[in-house]
């Protein structure tokens, strides 16, 4: 079964520091993953994707995760975060067995932007 | 495209009551998700429709819990004899096309508290 696992709930960071939001997976297949944002009061949104290719993908508001298929991981960086940063980050990995794109989501880590 | 919209955005019911839930996903969205968030956790698949044909139901999905999506437009869930323990977000996701690993887009979800 796949799983996934996000290892830290909660980063604290200052404004214009650089954070790595770190995620885990497991699967015996392969895999297409996920990183999706959720902002105070908000639904869930897509913040990136893996699917084939090159293993570094990028977000249109500067974040950026590598596929490790050595490691089974798909961390999500950023060189500098922005206050508006601030919100909740789930990874997720696409349920392939299935073949529904049902997908399996990790905790989530909570990202705290200080000024 | 207004996005997916959920209705109604949060209730409060007494446990042993009847409740219903509708998500309006985006226009021609043939593929609706229903996930279950609870607190600190990350959302957990519930159940899968393509068009009006329910394809897959979680585990998690008890005899006291029903969804349809009748005419593969709207989709309602509903929850029968509630429990303090079905005290959760309860959100809706649609993704159009063929392939599963297409993006799904999320409703903003509905809250319920059981007491």
């Known amino acids: 079964a796949q799983s996934v696992t996000q290892l830290d709930s909660q980063v604290p960071v200052f404004e214009e520091a650089p954070v790595e939001l770190r995620c885990n997976y497991s699967?015996?297949?392969?895999?297409?993953l996920f990183w999706y944002v959720q902002y105070p009061n908000q639904g869930l949104q897509l913040l990136l994707k893996?699917?084939?290719?090159?293993?570094l993908v990028e977000s249109i508001n500067g974040f950026e995760a590598e596929f490790n298929k050595s490691q089974t991981s798909f961390h999500l960086r950023k060189p500098s975060v922005h206050i508006s940063d601030t919100a909740e980050y789930f990874c997720?990995?696409?349920?392939?067995?299935?073949?529904?794109?049902?997908?399996?989501f990790g905790q989530g880590t909570t990202l705290q932007v200080k000024p | 495209d207004t996005g997916v919209s959920q209705n109604p955005r949060h209730k409060i019911t007494k446990r042993g009551q009847n409740v219903t839930f509708r998500c309006d996903p985006i226009?021609?969205?043939?593929?609706l998700y229903w996930y279950r968030q609870t607190l600190g956790q990350g959302p957990e698949f519930l159940t899968y429709?393509?068009?009006?044909?329910?394809?897959?139901k979680s585990r998690l999905l008890s005899d006291r819990f029903s969804a349809e999506r009748p005419k593969g437009s709207f989709s309602t869930l509903e929850i029968q004899r509630t429990e303090q323990g079905d005290s959760a977000m309860y959100l809706c996701a649609s993704s159009s096309g063929t392939r599963p690993t297409e993006t799904q887009y999320f409703g903003p979800g509905t809250r319920l508290l059981v007491l």
């Open positions: 997720a990995v696409s349920d392939l067995p299935s073949n529904t794109g049902k997908l399996i």
């Open positions: 226009s021609e969205h043939n593929r």
């Open positions: 699967s015996s297949v392969s895999v297409y």
């Open positions: 893996y699917l084939s290719g090159s293993t």
């Open positions: 429709f393509q068009n009006e044909a329910q394809l897959e």
